[in-house]
């Protein structure tokens, strides 16, 4: 049976070494060494290097993404308000990724940031949007919003939400970024029949 505490400490290895060396310097006997110990037992818990760094942004984005994902049973709160609980927990999350990559104390070349964002991305994205497409599922049966694709709507928002809330593909200033998340709000509210005004949460920063 796996060692939690083991698991653990492979993936505080890998954090540390991060904060001293790029991605592509760092290789599992690094990892092995840093964890203090053999580098067998790192494939035992681990196929790769990648799959380890895909354990390590799993784990940093635990706590937001876990509160979001028990809102999709919360059938007696409103869709819109567990829908603006789960896009806070993307702020929350991406908040945490930007801190990360400016810590001045991290080595993170653009090829690095950029490959992290991607991981995180595909993270969040995967991670939050079963839920929020029950939750605009729940809406739609309700007769609240009105769409016929759920599961495209919600796939669209956290696209558009996880670029824009960190801006390692696309460099734009906050004015750019709440005017785009203004136009997607603008759209929403035409695409699903919700009333003006109910998704401006989205917009709050």
């Given at each position: 049976?796996?060692?939690?505490?083991k698991?653990?400490?492979?993936?505080?290895?890998?954090?540390?070494?991060?904060?001293?060396?790029t991605i592509?310097?760092?290789s599992?006997?690094?990892?092995?060494?840093?964890?203090?110990?053999?580098?067998?037992?790192?494939?035992?818990?681990?196929p790769?290097?990648?799959?380890i760094?895909d354990?390590?942004?799993?784990r940093?984005?635990?706590?937001?993404?876990?509160?979001?994902?028990?809102l999709?049973?919360?059938t007696?709160?409103?869709?819109?308000t567990r829908?603006?609980?789960?896009l806070?927990?993307c702020?929350?999350?991406s908040?945490?990724?930007l801190?990360?990559?400016s810590d001045?104390?991290?080595?993170?070349?653009?090829?690095?940031?950029?490959?992290?964002?991607?991981k995180?991305?595909?993270h969040?994205?995967?991670e939050?949007k079963?839920d929020?497409?029950?939750?605009?599922?729940?809406g739609?049966d309700a007769?609240?919003?009105?769409?016929?694709?759920?599961?495209?709507?919600?796939?669209?928002?956290?696209i558009?939400?996880?670029v824009?809330?960190?801006?390692?593909?696309l460099?734009a200033?906050?004015?750019?970024?709440?005017?785009?998340i203004r136009?997607?709000?603008?759209?929403?509210?035409?695409?699903?029949?919700?009333p003006t005004?109910?998704?401006?949460y989205?917009a709050?920063?």
């Amino acid at each position: 049976m796996p060692d939690l505490k083991k698991y653990d400490r492979i993936l505080d290895a890998l954090q540390q070494l991060l904060e001293d060396e790029t991605i592509q310097n760092i290789s599992v006997s690094d990892i092995a060494r840093k964890a203090q110990m053999g580098k067998g037992s790192i494939y035992y818990y681990f196929p790769s290097k990648e799959a380890i760094l895909d354990a390590l942004v799993e784990r940093n984005y635990e706590a937001p993404l876990s509160t979001a994902k028990n809102l999709a049973a919360r059938t007696e709160i409103s869709p819109f308000t567990r829908m603006a609980m789960i896009l806070q927990a993307c702020r929350n999350s991406s908040a945490a990724f930007l801190r990360h990559n400016s810590d001045e104390a991290t080595v993170t070349t653009a090829q690095d940031s950029a490959f992290l964002h991607q991981k995180y991305m595909n993270h969040l994205i995967s991670e939050l949007k079963p839920d929020l497409t029950e939750i605009i599922r729940q809406g739609i049966d309700a007769g609240e919003i009105h769409f016929e694709y759920p599961a495209a709507l919600a796939e669209i928002v956290l696209i558009v939400l996880a670029v824009k809330l960190n801006h390692t593909f696309l460099s734009a200033t906050a004015e750019d970024s709440e005017e785009t998340i203004r136009g997607l709000i603008a759209l929403l509210e035409r695409g699903t029949g919700v009333p003006t005004g109910v998704l401006n949460y989205l917009a709050v920063p």
